[in-house]
C-alpha cells in the first residue's frame, strides 16, 4: 500500500534492510520517482551491495547519510529536511540509531506518519525477540513485520487480514 508507514524488525543479520532495499527500489520504480535511504548505520558501499541480492536496482535510490559532507553527524531532523516531498519512498535505517531515546523514537515515527510518501522504518530488536523501543512504537505506524530466515510475519495491518505469514525464497 502506497503512503503509508511500514515498521521492520528482526533481528541482526535476518535482511531487514534487504528487504527495505528490495521494496524500495520496486515502489521508486513503480512510481517512476526517487527513493530516499536515510543510513545512520551503514556506509555508502554497504547500501549499494543491499539491492543487488534481490535482483533490484539503485537507480532510483539517494542515500543521505548520517555524515554531512564536513564530516559532522546529522541528526534525523536534518536528514529528513533533505527529502523532497515528491519522494516515493523513504527508509530509514534505524530507528534506534536516528532516535536514541523513546521520545525521540515517537517525535521521529509521528513526524513520518505526516510525509506524503511511503516510508519503511528498520527497527532492532530486543533480547526477548521483540521491536525495541515503547510499545507506542508498534501503534504509530500502518503495519509491522517481522523479518526471519524463512519468511516474514506481518504482526499488524490496516489494509489486510493480520496476522499471516510470507515466505522467504531460498537464497541460490
Not at 16 to 45: F, P, V
Request: with cysteine.
Amino acid at each position: 500500500m502506497l503512503g503509508l508507514k511500514v515498521l521492520v524488525g528482526g533481528a541482526p543479520g535476518a535482511g531487514k534492510s534487504t528487504l527495505c532495499a528490495e521494496l524500495a527500489a520496486q515502489i521508486a520504480q513503480k512510481l517512476d520517482g526517487l527513493g530516499y535511504w536515510l543510513d545512520a548505520e551503514q556506509n555508502r558501499n554497504l547500501v549499494q551491495e543491499l539491492f543487488p541480492r534481490t535482483g533490484s536496482s539503485s537507480r532510483h535510490i539517494r542515500l543521505v547519510s548520517r555524515r554531512s559532507g564536513s564530516g559532522s553527524k546529522v541528526g534525523w531532523r536534518d536528514a529528513l529536511q533533505a527529502v523532497p516531498p515528491n519522494a516515493a519512498v523513504i527508509v530509514v535505517d534505524s530507528l534506534q540509531r536516528w532516535a536514541r531515546s523513546y521520545v525521540e523514537q515517537t517525535t521521529l515515527l509521528e513526524t513520518v506518519a505526516m510525509m506524503r510518501p511511503t516510508v519503511l522504518v528498520v527497527s532492532h530488536f530486543n533480547k526477548a525477540g521483540q521491536f525495541a523501543g515503547p510499545m507506542g512504537n508498534e501503534y504509530d505506524v500502518d503495519a509491522t513485520a517481522i523479518v526471519r530466515p524463512k519468511n516474514i510475519e506481518v504482526t499488524k495491518c490496516r489494509w489486510s487480514l493480520c496476522p499471516r505469514t510470507i515466505e522467504r525464497p531460498m537464497a541460490s
